[in-house]
T-cell receptor, first 109, second 116 residues
Framework: GQNIDQPTEMTATEGAIVQINCTYQ??????LFWYQQHAGEAPTFLSYNVLDGLEEKGRFSSFLSRSKGYSYLLLKELQMKDSASYLC??????????WGAGTKLIIKP | DTGVSQDPRHKITKRGQNVTFRCDPI?????LYWYRQTLGQGPEFLTY????????KSRLLSDRFSAERPKGSFSTLEIQRTEQGDSAMYLCASSLEASQRPYEQYFGPGTRLTVT
């Protein structure tokens, strides 16, 4: 079957670093996506990994290990505006996104 | 604003009524997706179009749901004989097959449906 697992909720402190993990199992694999979603709003694209390794984009980085079916999103220098849900999604062999339930990130001052 | 737009943003309807939602994708995007999202869950795929052709429809989608994209531009999603379980956020997304990142989907603001 197809499955995406990520923690339900995480809490971190403003200015700190947080890592959100995601494990996936899909029929075929065409890349791993991370989206950010603020409450009541639509998801917005953060990153896309299809090869193993780390992709860095400003304060956000995303890592992929295809052999382990594992990815993480790393957020540095946390700001209050980073409080949101972070959705992990794997693209399967039909180029459809299989979504996790999201990790709600709470930033405390 | 040239992003994805959806109309209406909110819809309250009584059980048994029909509702129709509209999505206008980014103008040059040829792929259009419909998702449903409930609180605390990720988006659930409903269907997708490439130009005017509906290429895939989720097995989870009952016959009460139908979608069209008649001219390969805007799309409509209709739900007939609504049930309380249909209450959710309905998201539309679009992407451009020929772009450098063809699978990056841009989402609209969503239509929140409440069935009473």
């Amino acid at each position: 079957g197809q499955n995406i697992d990520q923690p339900t909720e995480m809490t971190a402190t403003e200015g700190a670093i947080v890592q959100i993990n995601c494990t996936y199992q899909t029929s075929g694999f065409n890349g791993l996506f991370w989206y950010q979603q603020h409450a009541g709003e639509a998801p917005t694209f953060l990153s896309y990994n299809v090869l193993d390794g780390l992709e860095e984009k400003g304060r956000f980085s995303s890592f992929l290990s295809r052999s382990k079916g594992y990815s993480y999103l790393l957020l540095k220098e946390l700001q209050m505006k980073d409080s949101a849900s972070y959705l992990c999604a794997s693209m399967d062999s039909n180029y459809q996104l299989i979504w996790g339930a999201g990790t709600k990130l709470i930033i405390k001052p | 604003d040239t992003g994805v737009s959806q109309d209406p943003r909110h819809k309250i309807t009584k059980r048994g009524q029909n509702v129709t939602f509209r999505c206008d994708p980014i103008s040059e995007h040829n792929r259009l997706y419909w998702y449903r999202q409930t609180l605390g869950q990720g988006p659930e795929f409903l269907t997708y179009f490439q130009n005017e052709a509906q290429l895939e429809k989720s097995r989870l989608l009952s016959d009460r749901f139908s979608a069209e994209r008649p001219k390969g531009s805007f799309s409509t999603l209709e739900i007939q004989r609504t049930e309380q379980g249909d209450s959710a956020m309905y998201l539309c997304a679009s992407s451009l097959e020929a772009s450098q990142r063809p699978y990056e989907q841009y989402f609209g603001p969503g239509t929140r449906l409440t069935v009473t």
